[in-house]
C-alpha cells in the first residue's frame, strides 16, 4: 500500500492566518502549507506590521485585535485569490491607509461583489484602475458592522471574507448571501472561526456574526484534499492504491467528497477516521455529476474522463471560469488538444471517451490543470506543459511526490 503526505491545506492555511493575525495572543500553527500563495500571505501579513515567525513544520503569529501595526503598506499578493481577498478586508479593520496590488492573472479576477458590500458597510474603498478588480486602496477607520447583502455566486470566498471580518466590527455582521457556490468552504470557515472563539451562525441564507474577536490557539492544519484529489484520480485509473494520512472521516474539505465520485465511477473507496484509501479496480464508469460544490475538483475529473467507458459530464460549475483562468474551457482546449471529443455550455462540460494523443498541454500558469494532467500522462504518454513549474502555488514538490508515486510499490 502506497502511503502519501500531502501538504498542508492552501484554504486553511490562509484562513488560519487571518484569525492567528486578528487572534489575541500568539497562535502557533502546525503543518501550514508552505507555497507561493501562502508564503505570499504571510508577507503580506508582515508588510501590515504583524509579526510571522516562520520554521519548517511550525509558524507562530502575533495576534493584533486592534489591527495593522503600520498605518502605511502597499501590499502585493501575487497570484494568491485568497490574499487578495483576504488581507485588504482584515486591513479595514484597523486604521491607515493601505494599498493592494496583485500579479496580472490576479488582477483579471473579479472582486466587486466583495468591495461593493465593504463600501456598502462604510469602508472608504477605491479601485484604482479597473472597477472591481486590483490594485485598491482602503482608508481603513475600522468597521461599525451591520447588514449588508452578498453575491457569492462567483466565489465563497468573498463570503469567507466577510465572515472573517464580522467578530472584527463594533456591532457584528449580519450577512444575506443571494447566491453561494463552494458552499463547503463557508463551513470550513464557520467551524475555524469558532475554534479561534467567534460567535457565527446560520439562519438559512443569513449568517449572523456577534462582535467580540478572536482569541489565539495552536491550530494544526489538515492537508490539502484538493491537492490530494490527483492521486487518488491516479490511482483509480491505474488500478493502483494510494492512502492519504489526516484525511479521514473528521475532515474538514468538502473536497474530500470527490472521493465519492470516484467511487460511483468505479473505484474502491475508503474512509476511515483518520485516512482515505482510494483502490482501482480497473472500471471506471461514465456519469453526470453536479461539482458546484467541489469545483476545485474538476479539472481532475476532467483529465480523467477520457478513460471512462462512457460520457462524463460535469455540471453547474460555471464558477470555474473565473478562477487563476478559465478552467472548464482550458480543460476542454486541452482535450481536444489530445484528440477527445469534448462539449461544453456556460457551466457544463462533457467528456467522451478517447485515447489521448501526444501533445504539449496549455496550462495558462494555472497549478491544477498542470497536477490534473498529470493523471492523464499516466496512460498518455508524450503529454509535456508549457509551464510545470506553476505547480509552485501550492504544492511546490508535485512533480517529485508524483513522481516518486508512480515509481513506487503497486
Request: proline letters at 6%.
Amino acid at each position: 500500500m502506497a502511503v502519501v503526505d500531502i501538504p498542508g491545506s492552501k484554504s486553511i492555511t490562509a484562513r488560519a492566518l487571518f484569525l492567528a493575525a486578528a487572534a489575541d495572543g500568539v497562535t502557533t500553527l502546525l503543518r501550514p502549507l508552505r507555497s507561493d500563495d501562502t508564503e505570499g500571505f504571510a508577507e503580506g501579513l508582515t508588510r501590515l506590521g504583524y509579526r510571522v515567525g516562520r520554521t519548517p513544520d511550525t509558524w507562530h503569529v502575533d495576534g493584533r485585535p486592534q489591527g495593522p501595526a503600520v498605518t502605511e503598506a502597499d501590499v502585493y499578493c501575487r497570484d494568491g485569490a485568497t490574499t487578495a481577498r483576504f488581507l485588504p478586508t482584515l486591513a479595514a479593520a484597523g486604521h491607515g491607509a493601505y494599498r493592494f496590488d496583485a500579479s496580472a492573472q490576479m488582477r483579471r479576477r473579479p472582486l466587486f461583489p466583495l468591495t461593493r458590500a465593504l463600501r456598502d458597510l462604510g469602508v472608504d474603498l477605491r479601485h484604482e484602475e479597473a472597477e472591481g478588480h486590483h490594485p485598491l486602496r482602503i482608508a481603513a477607520a475600522g468597521v461599525e458592522g451591520g447588514e449588508v447583502t452578498l453575491d457569492a455566486g462567483q466565489s465563497s470566498q468573498y463570503l469567507t471574507a466577510l465572515l472573517l471580518l464580522g467578530p472584527l466590527t463594533r456591532k457584528g455582521l449580519r450577512i444575506t448571501v443571494t447566491d453561494l457556490v463552494s458552499a463547503p468552504y463557508v463551513e470550513i470557515t464557520l467551524v475555524m472561526m469558532r475554534a479561534f472563539g467567534a460567535d457565527v451562525r446560520v439562519e438559512g441564507d443569513v449568517f449572523v456574526v456577534a462582535p467580540g474577536g478572536y482569541r489565539a490557539t495552536t491550530y494544526a492544519v489538515e492537508p490539502d484534499a484538493s491537492t490530494a484529489s490527483y492521486f487518488f484520480a491516479a490511482a483509480a485509473l491505474t488500478g493502483r492504491e494510494v492512502t492519504v494520512p489526516g484525511l479521514g472521516e473528521g475532515a474538514l474539505q468538502g473536497d474530500l467528497r470527490f472521493v465519492d465520485v470516484l467511487r460511483r465511477m468505479g473505484a474502491h473507496v475508503e474512509i476511515a477516521s483518520d485516512r482515505t484509501t482510494v483502490r482501482g479496480t480497473g472500471e471506471l464508469r461514465g456519469l453526470t455529476v453536479n461539482m458546484r460544490d467541489i469545483s476545485d475538483t474538476m479539472p481532475t475529473l476532467a483529465a480523467l474522463a477520457p478513460f471512462a467507458t462512457g460520457p462524463v459530464r460535469i455540471e453547474d460549475v460555471g464558477n470555474t471560469r473565473v478562477k487563476e483562468c478559465d478552467r472548464l474551457e482550458a480543460c476542454a482546449e486541452n482535450l481536444r488538444r489530445l484528440g477527445v471529443r469534448v462539449e461544453t455550455g456556460p457551466d457544463w462540460i462533457e467528456i467522451h471517451p478517447g485515447t489521448p494523443s501526444p501533445a504539449e498541454i496549455r496550462t495558462y500558469g494555472d497549478h491544477r490543470i498542470v497536477m490534473s494532467f498529470a493523471v492523464t500522462s499516466l496512460r498518455a504518454p508524450g503529454i509535456g506543459f508549457d509551464d510545470p513549474g506553476c505547480v509552485r502555488k501550492t504544492f511546490p514538490d508535485f512533480h517529485e511526490a508524483f513522481g516518486a508515486w508512480v515509481g513506487g510499490p503497486a
